[in-house]
């Protein structure tokens, strides 16, 4: 398999590809002094003369509250040091496409779903769009794409299921279900649209949540998005069809009968008390 030649604004070739079906890797080409900046153990392989590194990196705006949330604030640093030309694959989490993003065919900025910057090369910053305290959390598009991908340089973005690039005209309009959206410039419009009760899309309502999306700019969607994926998983797991394990129904059933039994004791035990 041939390599993808990227040129940059800076005239800098990057040769790079994408290996795989479903659970994609990224296999970057480094000259030397070159280094590619990647999430947290998303390296899979590199080449001998690599070095690698865990580092914070202020510019890309990490800090406290992310970490208190869950959020990890390093990133690695995969750097070439040699005299000769290097690789390095960046592998996807989970089931999921990498997708080559040149920032500066794209205004040098793109709204991203959160987690979906899986690398880059040369001048990318990673920001994000939220605060993540309770005060401060709106209902907006920013609710919902959290990270900020500014620059001029390449980045990767992950996405699962098939990948749809919709190119808006202006005053186009189309319909996305919040969760299969990727990425969209900055140029789109987006309005959230609750379509029932608010409460039934913070429980787990499914397509209640969309966004209507109006050019001029592009749409990146996902047939698939990770956290369906895993939804799904969980339901096939916790809660098993009724034909094919009847017995998880018996226990419920007899848990339910003990605890009113043991409860029943105890309310017997305490009027013959009272009685003494």
């Not at 296999?27 to 590619?36: N, R, T």
């Not at 990948?163 to 189309?174: P, R, S, T």
């Not at 499914?206 to 969980?234: C, E, K, M, W, Y």
């Amino acid at each position: 398999m041939s390599y993808i030649l990227l040129q940059s604004p800076q005239d800098a070739v990057i040769p790079f590809q994408i290996l795989g079906g479903e659970a994609q890797v990224c296999q970057i080409m480094l000259k030397p002094q070159e280094k590619v900046v990647a999430r947290p153990g998303s390296m899979c392989f590199m080449s001998g003369s690599m070095e690698m590194e865990n580092i914070y990196i202020p510019e890309n705006e990490v800090g406290m509250w992310q970490w208190l949330f869950g959020k990890t604030i390093t990133s690695v640093v995969l750097r070439n040091p040699g005299p000769s030309d290097g690789f390095v694959g960046i592998a996807a989490p989970s089931l999921a496409r990498i997708l080559p993003i040149d920032l500066a065919m794209f205004g040098g900025e793109l709204l991203c779903q959160p987690d979906a910057f899986l690398c880059s090369v040369n001048d990318v910053k990673v920001s994000n769009t939220l605060d993540q305290r309770v005060r401060n959390v709106i209902g907006g598009i920013e609710g919902f794409l959290r990270q900020k991908l500014t620059g001029q340089g390449l980045a990767f973005i992950l996405a699962g299921g098939s990948v749809v690039q919709k190119n808006l005209e202006v005053g186009e309009v189309i319909t996305v279900d919040v969760s299969c959206i990727v990425a969209v410039t900055s140029s789109v419009n987006v309005q959230i649209k609750y379509n029932g009760p608010i409460r039934r899309a913070v429980f787990g309502g499914d397509n209640l949540v969309t966004a209507v999306v109006t050019g001029p700019g592009i749409v990146f969607i996902q047939s698939l998005p990770f956290h369906r994926l895993s939804q799904r998983i969980a339901r096939a797991v916790t809660s098993p069809n009724m034909r094919e394990n009847p017995k998880f129904f018996v226990q419920i059933a007899i848990f339910f009968f003990l605890a009113y039994v043991d409860s029943d004791e105890s309310n017997f035990a305490v009027r013959e008390d009272h009685k003494r």
